[in-house]
């Protein structure tokens, strides 16, 4: 079986939800190898299918260009024909400069591949979802190796646990020159899943009036992120990094809820290949309603304090 070789830019404690799904659909495609600069990840990386761990001879943070030195390695160790990784900056960083090395083809933010890695990179077709979502496009590689990035919540992460795989180290060092980290900043740690990666989202616009505490509620009720669209992130409302849309991030969960945003193409960029899209907003016109698979008419100020008390019934 061919190698599909997966690169993971940080490994912390273990795997993101992003990170599983993509070890998923590198186990569909072929063996899966993994690479990281990540110190010590076997413990993170003990699933079943997980058949060989790349690492450096020391941690090679990102955006070292020395990852990229072990990527390339790692592709020759493995003759891995197909590169998958996330689709998070600093995976994208390292995946394209690794693209231009091997003078392959990049794509990036995919929400599908398939086909078969023994047969090499030209047997896989690669979806992408364009234009604010409104059309799927399916390119066909034609030559390899290819690199591609994933769009989380793409594939069902379905993956056993297993024994910790043995890793090996191979000779790139962290580089001395090029970049230096001057200072890292931690983000707040918060109990909410990650907004990109997040299976639910309930997201809150200029409908909202300043208060988002309704809407956290939910959020808090379902397990879910909190997202916004440009007027509430512009009001200062809640922070820049939640805005889903053109300019901010792209979510795609299993249920987005949509309160009080009024469905501009810019939010829809952002959102639209949502499995399940429920809008709620008070003006029955509003375009929302159009990519909505459940639509509510009415106060959102109403319709939340109701969701979240059924809610509570079905729990109890
Ligand atoms: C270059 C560019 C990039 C952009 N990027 C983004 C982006 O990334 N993301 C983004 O979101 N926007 C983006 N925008 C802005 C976008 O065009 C819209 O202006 C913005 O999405 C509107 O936000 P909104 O729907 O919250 O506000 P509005 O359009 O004002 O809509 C508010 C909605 O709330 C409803 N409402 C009000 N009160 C209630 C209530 N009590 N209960 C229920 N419903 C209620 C109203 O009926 C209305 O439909 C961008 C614009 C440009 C030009």
Redesign the pocket.
């Known amino acids: 079986m061919s190698a599909v070789l997966v690169f993971f830019d940080a490994v912390d404690g273990s795997l993101s939800s992003g990170q599983q799904e993509l070890l998923t659909l590198a186990a569909s495609l072929g063996e899966a190898h993994v690479v990281t600069g990540a110190a010590d990840p076997s413990e993170a990386l003990a699933f079943d299918g997980v058949e060989v761990v790349w690492t450096g001879e020391s941690e090679i943070s990102a955006p070292d260009p020395a990852l990229v030195d072990l990527l390339e390695t790692a592709v020759r160790e493995s003759g891995a024909d197909v590169v998958l990784g996330t689709d998070s900056a600093d995976s994208t960083d390292a995946l394209a400069r690794l693209a231009v090395r091997l003078e392959a083809g990049l794509i990036t933010d995919a929400v599908g591949v398939d086909g078969d890695a023994s047969s090499g990179a030209t047997s896989l077709t690669v979806h992408k979802s364009v234009l604010a979502g409104g059309y799927t496009t399916s390119a066909q590689v034609t030559s390899g190796p290819a690199v591609i990035t994933v769009r989380p919540n793409s594939v069902e992460a379905a993956l056993s646990a297993g024994a910790a795989p043995e890793v090996t180290a191979l000779p790139v060092s962290a580089s001395s020159s090029g970049v230096e980290v001057l200072g890292r900043t931690e983000l707040e740690a918060s109990e909410r899943p990650a907004l990109t990666e997040a299976r639910v989202v309930v997201a809150g616009?200029?409908?909202m009036?300043g208060n988002f505490g309704p809407l956290e509620e939910l959020a808090d009720e379902l397990g879910a992120a909190i997202g916004a669209?440009?007027?509430?992130t512009d009001a200062g409302w809640i922070d820049h990094a939640a805005?889903?849309?053109?300019?901010?991030v792209t979510v795609s969960p299993q249920l987005y809820l949509s309160a009080?945003?009024?469905g501009?193409v810019?939010?829809r960029a952002?959102m639209q290949t949502a499995q399940t899209i429920v809008a709620?907003?008070?003006?029955e016109d509003?375009p929302v309603f159009e990519i909505a698979d459940f639509g509510v008419v009415g106060?959102?100020?109403e319709v939340i304090p109701q969701m979240l008390e059924e809610l509570r019934r079905r729990k109890t």
């Open positions: 616009g200029r409908g009036d669209s440009r007027a509430a805005q889903v849309g053109q300019t901010g009080g945003i009024s501009a810019q939010q952002g709620i907003n008070k003006d509003a106060d959102l100020f």
